[in-house]
């Protein structure tokens, strides 16, 4: 256990709908960081926030966004979808300092139909 | 462009049969090269962090190594519980030093 929460497991939705992803970090982490993985695929990066702020992005699309809370957990919105948005969606964390070792939580596995 | 490619794509092995992975990068200032394990459909587990080249690292039947080009995880005598994708990551000192992954290695470990 990664002490990284993500909620929910799985989510299944269809086209055009918007859903919310959550996760909480590890306790003192204060980087968040969202990834996608698809069938086949790497980890792609979506986006990275730091203590509230964002701090750097990838390739997220338009019609995603995503925010860190005063709390510190993170939430990920992804609206109008379309069927090639079904993967896997990671949250990970990491400890003050900018370089170090992220921990991934579980996964939210989205489905669109 | 910072990149990171892992070779091969999948390797099957012999319960016992000793390998290595490898991991070939290209960044714009490396902060460190990190690897993690991924069962299917779970979330990656943070393995080791390698950060300057001639650095090696330890544990039961992994060891990470690095040069200025490339990064090994060797499996000595592996078990079939070894058997998972094995992913490994770049962090540039560039673009709020964001993480690279690369696609990851399919490891099959035979009973």
């Known amino acids: 256990d990664s002490g990284v929460t993500q909620t929910p497991k799985h989510l299944i939705t269809a086209t055009g709908q918007r859903v919310t992803l959550r996760c909480s970090p590890r306790s003192g982490d204060l980087s968040v960081y969202w990834y996608q993985q698809s069938l086949d695929q790497g980890l792609q990066f979506l986006i990275q926030y730091y203590n509230g702020e964002e701090r750097a992005k990838g390739n997220i699309l338009e019609r995603f966004s995503a925010q860190q809370f005063p709390d510190l957990h993170s939430e990920l919105n992804l609206s109008s979808l379309e069927l090639g948005d079904s993967a896997l969606y990671f949250c990970?964390?990491?400890?003050?300092?900018?370089?170090?070792?992220?921990?991934f939580g579980p996964g939210t596995r989205l489905t669109v139909l | 462009e910072d990149q990171v490619t892992q070779s091969p794509e999948a390797l099957r092995l012999q319960e016992g049969e000793s390998s290595s992975l490898n991991c070939s990068y290209t960044?714009?200032?490396?902060?460190?090269l990190f690897w993690y394990r991924q069962d299917p459909g779970k979330g990656p587990e943070f393995l080791f962090t390698l950060y300057s080249a001639g650095e090696e690292k330890e544990k039961e039947r992994l060891k990470a190594t690095l040069t200025k080009k490339e990064s090994f995880l060797h499996i000595t005598a592996p078990k079939p519980e070894d058997s998972a994708t094995y992913l490994c990551a770049v962090q540039s000192r560039g673009a709020g030093n964001q993480f690279y992954f690369g696609t990851g290695t399919s490891l099959t470990v035979i009973p």
């Open positions: 990970a964390s990491s400890a003050p300092g900018g370089w170090n070792e992220q921990f």
């Open positions: 960044v714009s200032g490396l902060r460190g």
